[in-house]
Structures are given as C-alpha cells and as structure tokens.
C-alpha cells in the first residue's frame, strides 16, 4: 500500500512509523482525496466520461420524440412561460403533465434554444447521465482511492437500464443524478459534521421532489438516521443540522408547490392525475401512497387492488409479482441485477471490514463504513420498496438502483483487495466473481438465441477468475508470479462481469426507443418491453379488473395466445404494440387478433381490436399515433386563430399532433383519458367561444369512447376514474359535428355543427 493510493489497491493511508505524523493525519480530513494523484488517474477519468457520452449520444435520434406525453410538454414549455412553470402538455394551459415540471426545464430551455428536435429534447438526459457518473467518482475516490472510482464509473455506465433512461425524456434520469449528489452531499458532510453540506443535501432532495414527488424522499430515512448516529460533533449540534437540511428540503421543494396551490384554479392549467386538481392530491395519492398500496384512483392500473384484490395482478395488481425476488425476475433482471447480488455481498464484506471504527471520530475507516451504510442503505430501503409495492411499476424505474449498487461493487471490491491476504477475503472476491458470471449466464440465457456464444464465454472467463484470485491471494506474499496472476484474474473478472450488461446495452443503443413503457436490451423469455409480457396476459387470463389493461370493464378477451405482438418474447420494446421482438423501435403494429377491451392497441385481423377514443390509427394509451401530412396540414391551417388546434382523447395521441403540428391539442383526460379535464360543460364553453377548431376521434366506428366496449376505464369511459368525461365529450362531438377522414384520422370541425345542433 502507499499514499498514492494505486489501482485496487488500499483505500486507506498506510500507516507509517511516524506517530506524530499519523496523528496528525486523523486530524485532517480523513479521505483519499488529499493523497497525490496516480498520472494515470486523470486520463482515465477523462475517458470514463468521454466513453459515458459516447454510449448515451450514439444513435440518440433513433428514439425519436421518445416518450411523447413529456415531449409535447416539453414543446409547451418552449414556447409558453406559462407552460413551462406548470409542465403543462399544451401551451394553451388545459392541464399538466401527471408529474412536477422540474425535469421538463431542462429540456425545455434546449428546445427554447436550439429548437424542437429528438437532440434537442435527449441530449440534456445523456448529459445528466456523465454528470452522475462524475459525481459517482467523486463521491466513491474521497475515501477509496481512484481505482475504486473508477471501477464505480464504469459499472454504472454500463447498467443497461442506465444507459435507457440517460437516452429518454423521462424524469428518472434528473431524479437519479439528484439521488446521487444527495448522497455525495452527505458524505461530504459527515466528513467533519459540515452544515453547508447537509443543508445543500436537503435543497437537492428538495429538487428531487419537484421531479418525481414522494421518490424523492425513499432515501430520507437512511441518510438522515446515519447522520444522526455516526455525525462527528455532539448530538445536539447533529438535530440541529438535520432541522435547517430538513426546512431547506421544505423551501427548495416547496415553494412551487405553494404557488400552485394558492394560484386561482381557473387561472391555471389542471393537475393532470389528480380527480379534484390538486397537486398535493396527486402527491399523496396516484404519485404516492398509491404507488404503495395500489390504490391509485385515476392511474392506467388504478383500482387494480380495490376491484381485482391481491391475486388479480399476482400480489402486483396488473404490474407483476411481488416479493423479494422481483428484481431478478424475467422482466427486471435484466435492467438492473447483473452486479446486484455483488453488491449485497460487497455490502456486507464492507461492514464487517470497517465495523471496528469509531463513531465519533474522522479516522479513514469510520468514514468508509459511513460509506458502506449510506449507499447500502439506500439502496435497501429502494430495492425493498421497488419490490413490494402493488401500484404502477415499470422496469425503468430501477434506474434509481444504479448509482447504489455501482458503488458498493466499487468500494467493495477496494475493501476486499486490500484485505486480499486473509482467507476470508480471498474466498469472498473470488466467490463473487463465480456468482456473478454465473448470473449474467441465466440473464443472457433469458434473452432466446441472444448471443449464446457469449453467455458460456462469460461463465468461463468468471470461473477462470474465481480460480486465479483465489490461488493467486494464497501465493506466497511479494511474489512476482502471484502479483501477475492477481491482476490478471481481476482483469478477467472484471471484464467478465461487465459483458453481459455492455451487450445489452449496445443492444439498446443501436435501436429507438418509445413510448411510455421501455426497457434495455432484448426481447427474454417471459418478460415485457411493452404489454404484452407474461404480467399481462396473466392478468388477462384472470380476469382483471379496474387498472390496466381493459379499465374498469376488464380484459377477458385482450390477450390471444401469447398477448400482444411479440409473444413469449415479451411484446415490443417501445411501448404499445409495434417494437421489434429485439428491441426495434415502436411503431403503429397490428393489435390485438380477435380480442376485445385492451386500451390502445390498433385494431388488427379478424377482430374490433381496441382503438378506443384515443386517437387516429395505431394510436393508443402508452404510445401515440402517427400524425400523417394531410392531418398535420389541417392542423396548421389558420392555427393561429385558435387557442387548441384540436383536442384528442388521451394525452399519448394528443402529443403525437401536436409534436408533428407545431400547435397546441388539448389532451382531453390527461394521460389515460381518465381525469375530469375538461368537464362537458367547459369543452362546450370552449366550442361556442371558437377556442378549439378540430376534434380528433378515431378512424372507423370500432371500439372505445366513441360508443363500443373497448378500453372504457382506460379511456375515461363510463364508469372510468374521470365519471365519464371524456366519453361523453367524444359523444357530443359525434352527435353534433360531421366527421371527415384525413390522413387516415377521423376530424369533426367544431366550427362547423351539423344543423339544428349546438
């Protein structure tokens, strides 16, 4: 070991004969960030960040607009201050994103900037992702050196599930860098008991809320009781610093939330996802606790648990299983559990290495164990939520997971090399090497006639490494021969450790995705890259009823031998139907063969599908329509006389016109159709006041709002969370306005009432 603190080796100072010295060391800030950098260090942190952007910018128009209900907000807010402030979808201001608007600025500004365009909405997102990874770095050397930051950089980077959402409009992406300066904030200030540091903690938590509400606040618990506990300075110093991070969380996160809720309602746009248009109804319920317990009045699986009970969804509702193993099932594993069960060891390898610390002391070792408990515990108390909670839950929302685990395989893999000559130690590394490469062999098994020469070369390579650090450790000490074997076993190791995920996310990379349900790599055998998995033919088959898919009707009839396109290999990768098996881009696909009842899929052969209310052909609930020139056309002409060009059913189709258009459409519904926004009388307020010109309703006389079976619930239906409003919207509408085809979409001119009606 030496102070320069060389590659996977100590994180700790070597303690030298000079007592003097070494007490004068505990006294300064106990971190490897005042040891001398090692000349490799810089190049190569440099390249971990140049290869992070590359990874996360290569191919990035593919996906297109992405996900397009916050793409068309984000073009909303582009152009309207207004829209902007409220994350509203529209820049007339009709209602909001079912979110805070926090990650939308950023976003926004570029397009602002630069214009409206893929890059212009995507390459802040794969910024955000270098900037976690840089933060990431830092946060994992101050204590284990550059070796083990780096090893934490690279990990994460090539999480697939990573480096999906870095290339997405979703907030997860500014929630995950927020999570992850949090943490590097607290760390900061446990290193000395720094109250600035703890105060910004609480101002980025704060943000955090602004950008996925209650999400926010899953690591509060663990980082606030750590500090608490393990703070040097006297405990009443501690409450009082966790008072002022605690009322900087409230002003940084608050303050919108306080002008919204004090501004008049009829001066602002609706909260979208609320059923009273409030947006602490919308935190506290289908944004919070709902996600808990299911309960989620208004959402896409909304009710799952009051109507269908736990065994409707499998214990998940309509989204899974849960349990302790729901972050290695087919559907997940794959994004975010290669290096996981790593993690879990190097967790506990790490406390039991560092335990013997003090508490009230700066010393190294104190401060790596504070480590250990506030990224471990982070990523316990979201590991634990994520796998037992009954409401909505996508595959990319492990993202959060990331950062958590990249770290604890970095700082851990430090602790045990450095403890490398025990026996203890050596079995551990090498124990984890082999559980590893045996893990990433089932994950590519998962994926049919993925790379198949790569699972069993992965499973070689790790064994090989298991073999050579074990024997390697047990040479005799200061051996040139053994020194070779070790860092050969541990470039092996390592290398096989990170191919399976890198594969997959290569696989991501080279192919779009969109819609409002994604996930990283191929198509596997039993999970979902859209509906169509195994989850929701499940739930089809037991007839589920109230959330998604089919609203409060049910869908019995959705799912023809093996669901949605896509089958047993688990639907598309970009949402509703039309991705590739293998992870192509989602498109308008065929829909559902002879079904009845699921929301958004185009009516294919041989049945009424499930078009419903929500837009042109191939539009759906999860992924918009395809807005064809002579609509985009229409929609132009004489724009500007109108405050909404049209207004669409379900925020999905809505975005996809208004995207192509340039103009606003009015997303009536929100998201799934199902909020009371706007009511019949208002929509008809603005009808007779000239403010909408076209009403987009579907292309033939299927299914859905217009008057069919359908996705009712989903829809807005009758009977759905919003009471009907949308339905009945689309019925007024084709009661009173002649419908006219263009571009394949079915238009009724609100300008123009059939006779005798108004």
């Given at each position: 070991?030496?102070?320069?603190?060389?590659?996977?080796?100590?994180?700790?100072?070597?303690?030298?004969?000079?007592?003097?010295?070494?007490?004068?060391?505990?006294?300064?800030?106990?971190?490897?960030?005042?040891?001398?950098?090692?000349?490799?260090?810089?190049?190569?942190y440099l390249a971990l960040l140049l290869g992070t952007a590359a990874?996360?910018?290569?191919?990035?128009?593919?996906?297109?607009?992405?996900?397009?209900?916050?793409?068309?907000?984000?073009?909303?807010?582009?152009?309207?201050?207004?829209?902007?402030?409220?994350?509203?979808?529209?820049?007339?201001?009709?209602?909001?994103?079912?979110?805070?608007?926090?990650?939308?600025?950023?976003?926004?500004?570029?397009?602002?900037?630069?214009?409206?365009?893929?890059?212009?909405?995507?390459?802040?997102?794969?910024?955000?992702?270098?900037?976690?990874?840089?933060?990431?770095?830092?946060?994992?050397?101050?204590?284990?050196?550059?070796?083990?930051?780096?090893?934490?950089?690279?990990?994460?980077?090539?999480?697939?599930?990573?480096?999906?959402?870095?290339?997405?409009?979703?907030?997860?992406?500014?929630?995950?860098?927020?999570?992850?300066?949090?943490?590097?904030?607290?760390?900061?200030?446990?290193?000395?008991?720094?109250?600035?540091?703890?105060?910004?903690?609480?101002?980025?938590?704060?943000?955090?809320?602004?950008?996925?509400?209650?999400?926010?606040?899953?690591?509060?618990?663990?980082?606030?009781?750590?500090?608490?506990?393990?703070?040097?300075?006297?405990?009443?110093?501690?409450?009082?610093?966790?008072?002022?991070?605690?009322?900087?969380?409230?002003?940084?996160?608050?303050?919108?939330?306080?002008?919204?809720?004090?501004?008049?309602?009829?001066?602002?746009?609706?909260?979208?996802?609320?059923?009273?248009?409030?947006?602490?109804?919308?935190?506290?319920?289908?944004?919070?606790?709902?996600?808990?317990?299911?309960?989620?009045?208004?959402?896409?699986?909304?009710?799952?648990?009051?109507?269908?009970?736990?065994?409707?969804?499998?214990?998940?509702?309509?989204?899974?299983?849960?349990?302790?193993?729901?972050?290695?099932?087919?559907?997940?594993?794959?994004?975010?559990?290669?290096?996981?069960?790593?993690?879990?060891?190097?967790?506990?390898?790490?406390?039991?290495?560092?335990?013997?610390?003090?508490?009230?002391?700066?010393?190294?070792?104190?401060?790596?164990?504070?480590?250990?408990?506030?990224?471990?515990?982070?990523?316990?108390?979201?590991?634990?939520?994520?796998?037992?909670?009954?409401?909505?839950?996508?595959?990319?929302?492990?993202?959060?997971?990331?950062?958590?685990?990249?770290?604890?395989?970095?700082?851990?893999?430090?602790?045990?090399?450095?403890?490398?000559?025990?026996?203890?130690?050596?079995?551990?590394?090498?124990?984890?090497?082999?559980?590893?490469?045996?893990?990433?062999?089932?994950?590519?098994?998962?994926?049919?006639?993925?790379?198949?020469?790569?699972?069993?070369?992965?499973?070689?390579?790790?064994?090989?490494?298991?073999?050579?650090?074990?024997?390697?450790?047990?040479?005799?000490?200061?051996?040139?021969?053994?020194?070779?074997?070790?860092?050969?076993?541990?470039?092996?190791?390592?290398?096989?450790?990170?191919?399976g995920p890198f594969a997959y996310c290569l696989t991501t990379v080279?192919?779009?995705?969109?819609?409002?349900?994604?996930?990283?790599?191929?198509?596997?055998?039993?999970?979902?890259?859209?509906?169509?998995?195994?989850?929701?033919?499940?739930?089809?088959?037991?007839?589920?009823?109230?959330?998604?898919?089919?609203?409060?009707?049910?869908?019995?009839?959705?799912?023809?031998?093996?669901?949605?396109?896509?089958?047993?290999?688990?639907?598309?990768?970009?949402?509703?139907?039309?991705?590739?098996?293998?992870?192509?881009?989602?498109?308008?696909?065929?829909?559902?063969?002879?079904?009845?009842?699921?929301?958004?899929?185009?009516?294919?052969?041989?049945?009424?599908?499930?078009?419903?209310?929500?837009?042109?052909?191939?539009?759906?609930?999860?992924?918009?329509?395809?807005?064809?020139?002579?609509?985009?056309?229409?929609?132009?002409?004489?724009?500007?006389?109108?405050?909404?060009?049209?207004?669409?059913?379900?925020?999905?189709?809505?975005?996809?016109?208004?995207?192509?258009?340039?103009?606003?459409?009015?997303?009536?519904?929100?998201?799934?159709?199902?909020?009371?926004?706007?009511?019949?009388?208002?929509?008809?307020?603005?009808?007779?006041?000239?403010?909408?010109?076209?009403?987009?309703?579907?292309?033939?006389?299927?299914?859905?709002?217009?008057?069919?079976?359908?996705?009712?619930?989903?829809?807005?239906?009758?009977?759905?969370?919003?009471?009907?409003?949308?339905?009945?919207i689309a019925e007024w509408v084709k009661a009173g306005f002649k419908?006219?085809?263009?571009?394949?979409?079915?238009?009724?001119?609100?300008?123009?009432?059939?006779?005798?009606?108004?």
């Amino acid at each position: 070991m030496t102070t320069a603190v060389p590659p996977l080796d100590s994180p700790f100072p070597e303690r030298g004969p000079n007592a003097a010295a070494d007490a004068a060391r505990d006294q300064a800030p106990a971190t490897a960030a005042t040891a001398p950098r090692p000349r490799w260090e810089r190049p190569a942190y440099l390249a971990l960040l140049l290869g992070t952007a590359a990874l996360l910018l290569w191919n990035l128009s593919a996906s297109g607009y992405a996900n397009s209900f916050y793409s068309a907000a984000v073009q909303a807010g582009s152009e309207s201050w207004k829209a902007f402030f409220f994350g509203s979808s529209d820049a007339g201001n009709s209602i909001t994103v079912d979110k805070p608007p926090a990650a939308l600025w950023p976003m926004a500004l570029s397009v602002r900037l630069f214009g409206l365009g893929s890059w212009q909405i995507l390459v802040p997102q794969a910024l955000m992702g270098v900037g976690t990874t840089a933060v990431l770095y830092a946060a994992v050397r101050r204590q284990f050196g550059p070796a083990a930051a780096l090893l934490s950089g690279v990990t994460f980077a090539l999480t697939p599930v990573a480096a999906l959402m870095f290339r997405f409009n979703n907030p997860d992406a500014l929630l995950t860098l927020l999570l992850t300066v949090t943490v590097y904030c607290v760390l900061r200030a446990l290193d000395g008991a720094h109250t600035k540091w703890l105060v910004l903690a609480g101002a980025v938590i704060g943000l955090a809320f602004l950008t996925k509400t209650l999400q926010a606040f899953v690591i509060l618990p663990p980082l606030a009781l750590l500090y608490a506990v393990c703070a040097p300075t006297r405990l009443r110093r501690r409450l009082g610093q966790l008072l002022l991070a605690g009322l900087a969380m409230v002003v940084a996160g608050g303050w919108w939330v306080a002008i919204v809720e004090l501004w008049p309602a009829g001066f602002r746009p609706y909260i979208g996802g609320s059923q009273n248009n409030s947006f602490l109804e919308l935190t506290l319920g289908y944004n919070g606790l709902g996600r808990i317990s299911g309960d989620e009045v208004g959402s896409v699986g909304g009710g799952a648990r009051r109507a269908g009970g736990a065994g409707a969804g499998g214990g998940g509702g309509g989204w899974g299983e849960t349990g302790i193993d729901r972050l290695f099932s087919a559907n997940i594993g794959g994004q975010i559990s290669w290096l996981l069960p790593a993690a879990l060891i190097m967790l506990v390898a790490g406390l039991v290495i560092t335990w013997r610390a003090r508490r009230a002391t700066d010393s190294v070792e104190s401060m790596a164990r504070a480590a250990f408990l506030a990224w471990g515990g982070c990523l316990l108390i979201t590991g634990l939520i994520f796998s037992y909670m009954q409401g909505i839950f996508h595959e990319y929302y492990t993202v959060a997971l990331a950062p958590f685990v990249a770290a604890l395989v970095g700082m851990g893999v430090a602790v045990l090399w450095e403890e490398r000559g025990g026996l203890a130690a050596s079995l551990t590394l090498s124990a984890t090497v082999a559980l590893t490469a045996w893990w990433s062999y089932a994950l590519l098994g998962r994926a049919s006639g993925y790379l198949p020469w790569l699972r069993w070369t992965v499973l070689a390579a790790g064994l090989l490494a298991a073999a050579g650090l074990l024997i390697g450790s047990r040479w005799r000490p200061g051996s040139r021969t053994g020194g070779r074997l070790l860092r050969g076993a541990a470039a092996l190791g390592v290398g096989a450790a990170l191919a399976g995920p890198f594969a997959y996310c290569l696989t991501t990379v080279d192919s779009g995705r969109s819609g409002s349900i994604v996930t990283a790599g191929p198509a596997v055998a039993g999970g979902v890259g859209g509906p169509g998995g195994m989850r929701f033919k499940r739930a089809a088959a037991e007839g589920f009823r109230g959330g998604f898919p089919g609203g409060p009707q049910g869908a019995t009839q959705g799912a023809p031998q093996g669901g949605f396109p896509g089958g047993a290999q688990g639907g598309p990768q970009g949402g509703m139907p039309g991705g590739a098996p293998q992870g192509g881009q989602a498109g308008a696909a065929p829909g559902v063969q002879g079904g009845q009842g699921v929301p958004g899929a185009a009516g294919g052969a041989g049945g009424r599908g499930a078009r419903s209310a929500m837009g042109g052909p191939g539009g759906g609930l999860l992924n918009g329509t395809k807005a064809s020139a002579e609509a985009t056309a229409a929609l132009r002409a004489n724009a500007g006389g109108y405050t909404w060009a049209a207004a669409a059913v379900g925020a999905q189709n809505a975005a996809s016109y208004q995207l192509a258009s340039g103009e606003p459409v009015m997303p009536i519904g929100g998201f799934n159709g199902s909020d009371p926004s706007p009511t019949l009388a208002k929509f008809q307020e603005y009808v007779k006041a000239g403010k909408i010109h076209y009403f987009i309703g579907q292309n033939d006389g299927g299914t859905g709002a217009e008057g069919g079976q359908g996705a009712r619930g989903g829809a807005g239906g009758p009977g759905g969370p919003g009471g009907g409003t949308s339905s009945a919207i689309a019925e007024w509408v084709k009661a009173g306005f002649k419908a006219t085809t263009i571009g394949g979409a079915t238009f009724y001119d609100l300008t123009a009432p059939v006779s005798g009606t108004s």
